[in-house]
């Protein structure tokens, strides 16, 4: 094999930017105890669960999405007295100096409702869910997101059947409409199923794959659920109550009991730069390889001196302006190439 170079031009080099998507379906039955709770991770700090598609412990088990609660400092919601309260207030800080970032004095902002960050109403008391990178790749593709949850359960009962109040949220028209005064990209706001008419109860925040619900949504719930190995069974009149009066694992297992299922379009970014090697009529027709020529003969003529000469296109390389090999690209057959045709080779390098 041997080697014939030319640069390339600014005219012979395209970049272009493709998103592909994939549905995400993730059902309730899955998060809310599909496998006798093994698929759940606690912590000893007590401060996220993680909560795994199989048993956590299964080699094949893939991380799904972590559930966490709190409450801002200041908020009506605070009291030392509460359980955890100030592991709930760093949670919220955490996740809003990420989210929604500072203001001109320094301080953490609170998630704004409407996401106007000049006034309006606040979200003081949130529930959080960060979902996998796995699962979110680059982002979560806009006016994709529906997450279905139970809002009541009248008689306290954990039976399936006993869950009333089907609320779907998404984040309805969020294509156009999306936000992008976040640290972390943009977002969209999650609206009731009556759509973007309806009422306001979180965001969604694209690129950083996390959800975000104003506690509020809950307020008539009455989450009632046993976790053998974290908790008894907790009855309180709503998800509310618990930010106050129960543990942060306790908020995250009474969002997975309300939990329903959750669609989504995630999205991969693929970028790419096209090379147009081009081979005109007049170059790469001969080689520099030694069996090339024969007693000064080009053995390819076939001892016929009128014959164009000929050579055969099997690799193209891509190098830098130092002359180092960045990529090599494998034709599938020997091209034929003579002073008679012209080939154009169009090399694609994605990241």
């Known amino acids: 094999m041997a080697n014939s170079f030319k640069t390339l031009l600014p005219e012979d080099v395209a970049s272009t930017r493709t998103l592909l998507h994939e549905a995400i379906p993730i059902t309730g039955t899955i998060v809310s105890g599909t496998y006798d709770e093994e698929n759940i991770k606690y912590f000893a700090h007590g401060m996220y669960e993680a909560v795994y598609d199989y048993p956590f412990l299964s080699s094949s088990a893939n991380h799904i999405f972590d559930l966490t609660a709190g409450y801002a400092s200041g908020s009506e919601f605070q009291d030392s007295a509460n359980v955890q309260d100030q592991k709930k207030i760093n949670i919220y800080n955490q996740m809003a100096q990420v989210l929604v970032g500072y203001d001109v004095s320094g301080a953490i902002q609170q998630f704004d409702l409407d996401g106007n960050l000049g006034g309006g109403d606040k979200m003081d008391s949130c529930l959080f869910i960060n979902f996998a990178r796995l699962l979110a790749k680059d982002e979560v593709k806009k006016d994709s997101f529906r997450l279905a949850m139970f ?108 939990y329903d299922d959750v669609d989504y379009n995630n999205t991969t970014e693929l970028n790419s730069t096209i090379y147009f090697c081009r081979a005109n009529n007049t170059e790469f027709n001969y080689s520099a390889n030694p069996t090339y020529l024969s007693a000064s003969e080009i053995i390819v003529k076939g001892n016929n001196p009128l014959a164009d000469p000929v050579s055969y296109i099997t690799t193209v390389g891509l190098y830098s302006p130092d002359n180092e090999l960045l990529a090599v690209a494998k034709l599938s057959e020997p091209l034929k190439k003579s002073p008679s045709n012209e080939i154009t080779l169009r090399v694609r390098l994605d990241y």
């Open 151 to 258: 809002t009541t359960t009248p008689d306290g009962s954990d039976a399936a059947a006993d869950r009333t109040g089907l609320e779907t949220i998404g984040d309805y028209g969020a294509q156009t409409e999306y936000l992008t005064n976040s640290p972390a990209g943009e977002y969209g706001l999650l609206y009731t199923s009556s759509g973007p008419a309806g009422d306001v109860v979180g965001h969604i925040y694209y690129q950083a794959g996390v959800v975000v619900l104003t506690s509020s949504i809950f307020e008539g719930a009455t989450p009632t659920m046993t976790t053998a190995s974290v908790m008894s069974t907790i009855t309180t009149s709503s998800v509310e109550d618990l930010l106050k009066s129960g543990t942060i694992d306790e908020c995250a297992n009474a969002v997975r009991y309300a």
